[in-house]
């Protein structure tokens, strides 16, 4: 079965600081990873995708995310945050043959002035 | 492009009353999610359809839980009797039919429901 850990359940950062969170998953092949943020009240939006290939993919909104295989992680990250970007963040795993994707808990970022 | 579409937004009910919550998804997209959203947890899978067919729905509570897809397009999600416990959000989420594309989901924005 697979699974997601997000083990950061809230971040502060400052603003115009740099962002990663972090997101490990449990599957036994290659899997599909993507991020979502969901701002307060709404639905979730994809920022960034994962299927195969460079292992660095880029997202909207100024988001990137670095797959690495050996350490079963996908973390996402952002050079400099912005006020906008306080949400909660929700990492997920499929695989192909099965669209059901499983999510993280999330991890919900704050953004200090 | 119009997206996902869920009514309604907001939803407050008193426990062992029926509750309905609707959907319409991008047009163009066969696939069709119903997700719950507990209070600070992600979203699990209740249902999935293809089309007018429910191919998952292991995660449905089937004995207050039922859903349907009539022509493939606009589904609805019913719960009756309604429990505390099914205080939620309820998303709806749709995907493409095309190749890797339907692994991508995109989702409603939810319909909170609270059961007093």
């Known amino acids: 079965a697979q699974s997601v850990t997000q083990p950061d359940i809230h971040i502060t950062v400052s603003e115009g600081a740099s962002l990663e969170l972090r997101c490990n998953y449990s599957?036994?092949?290659?899997?599909?990873l993507f991020w979502y943020v969901q701002s307060p009240g709404q639905g979730l939006q994809l920022l960034l995708k994962?299927?195969?290939?460079?292992?660095l993919v880029q997202g909207i909104k100024g988001f990137e995310a670095e797959f690495k295989r050996s350490q079963s992680s996908f973390n996402l990250r952002k050079p400099s945050v912005h006020w906008s970007d306080a949400a909660e963040y929700f990492c997920?795993?499929?695989?192909?043959?099965?669209?059901?994707?499983?999510f993280g808990t999330g991890t919900r970022l704050t953004i200090i002035p | 492009e119009a997206g996902v579409v869920q009514s309604p937004r907001y939803k407050i009910i008193e426990k062992k009353q029926p509750v309905a919550f609707w959907c319409n998804p991008i047009?163009?997209?066969?696939?069709l999610y119903w997700y719950r959203q507990n209070l600070g947890q992600g979203p699990e899978l209740l249902i999935r359809?293809?089309?007018?067919?429910?191919?998952?729905d292991s995660q449905l509570p089937k004995d207050r839980f039922s859903a349907e897809r009539l022509k493939g397009v606009d589904s609805t999600l019913k719960i009756q009797p309604a429990e505390l416990g099914d205080s939620a959000v309820y998303l709806c989420?749709?995907?493409?039919?095309?190749?890797?594309?339907?692994?991508?989901?995109?989702f409603g924005p939810g319909t909170r429901l609270t059961v007093t």
């Open positions: 989420a749709s995907s493409s039919p095309l190749a890797v594309a339907s692994y991508e989901q995109y």
């Open positions: 599957y036994g092949a290659t899997p599909y």
């Open positions: 994962y299927f195969s290939g460079d292992t």
């Open positions: 997920a795993v499929g695989h192909f043959g099965n669209e059901k994707l499983t």
């Open positions: 047009s163009g997209h066969n696939t």
């Open positions: 359809y293809e089309n007018e067919e429910a191919v998952d």
